[in-house]
């Protein structure tokens, strides 16, 4: 009796570490989309060239040395998640558009843009899927955009 009462116990510790598993990668990635969003809106509006990214990585590097990720490679890797999702259209878990036809069943259809507060994506499908699965992702548009070239 008791055994299956502390089996709950471990249960209960289990379900929340996995929640506090999923509530850090919400975070990184939502981090790591506001770090792409502004870098990128920075090199298109001119305002930096490429190397100001590279500078950028070396003021992190050079600065706050704790702070691990923030490399060349892993902001242009931020900056490439923002670019290939920030006007797609993506099967959402958020109602923020409805389009049927009476032909066809409703689809819960909605662009990224609609879905941001403040370029914040944390109730959105991206957030949900891990950061590795989405260099995955990333890795396999830019061999599929190479490709097409």
């Known amino acids: 009796m008791l055994r299956e009462q502390f089996a709950n116990i471990i249960l209960l510790i ?3 570490q996995a929640n506090a598993l999923k509530a850090v990668n919400t975070e990184l990635v939502n981090l790591y989309w506001q770090v792409g969003e502004y870098i990128s809106k920075q090199v298109a509006g001119a305002a930096w060239g490429e190397k100001t990214v590279d500078e950028l990585a070396e003021y992190i590097s050079n600065r706050h040395p704790e702070i691990k990720g923030f490399n060349r490679r892993g902001l242009y890797r931020m900056k490439q998640f923002y670019e290939i999702y920030c ?3 993506i099967v959402s878990p958020l109602v923020t558009q409805l389009q049927s036809s009476e032909n066809q069943p409703v689809k819960i259809v909605s662009t990224l843009s609609t879905q941001f507060n403040l370029s914040d ?5 991206l957030a949900k899927i891990s950061w590795s699965h989405h260099g995955l992702i990333i890795q396999e548009k830019l061999l599929t955009a190479n490709c097409k070239l």
Do not use: K, V
């Not at 994506?121 to 499908?125: A, E, P, V």
């Open 14 to 16: 289990r379900q929340s």
């Open 121 to 125: 994506i944390r109730n959105t499908l």
């Open 87 to 89: 006007n797609s259209s």
